[in-house]
């Protein structure tokens, strides 16, 4: 499973079309083959922090996620409403059930 998380800081005058924008695509993503989980949370300390956490069954399901046109908008756009350039990590991860 390949799990991502990224962080975008939204200025002040854009914090609603940063949370606009991430729930269209979070409810976009998880139509997308692959997509286990995808999210998107408000940091209570800081709410102009906003926090994606996406599992994905492969590489190649992220791959695909990638390379959907939304996708790169929304990317785009994030960069636009944002402090500083959004963050994001890919980390591979074993299920390991109890």
Excluded: K, Y
């Excluded at 997509?35 to 994606?52: I, K, T």
């Amino acid at each position: 499973m390949i799990i991502v998380t990224g962080s975008v800081h939204a200025r002040s005058d854009t914090l609603d079309d940063v949370l606009r924008l991430a729930l269209e695509h979070v409810r976009r993503s998880r139509t997308e083959f692959g997509c286990l989980l995808h999210s998107v949370h408000q940091d209570v300390e800081d709410p102009f922090h906003v926090v994606f956490l996406e599992h994905w069954t492969d590489h190649h399901a992220l791959l695909a996620h990638f390379e959907v046109p939304e996708s790169r908008t929304f990317a785009r756009a994030m960069r636009d409403l944002a402090v500083v350039d959004p963050v994001i990590e890919i980390h591979e991860a074993e299920v390991v059930h109890f």
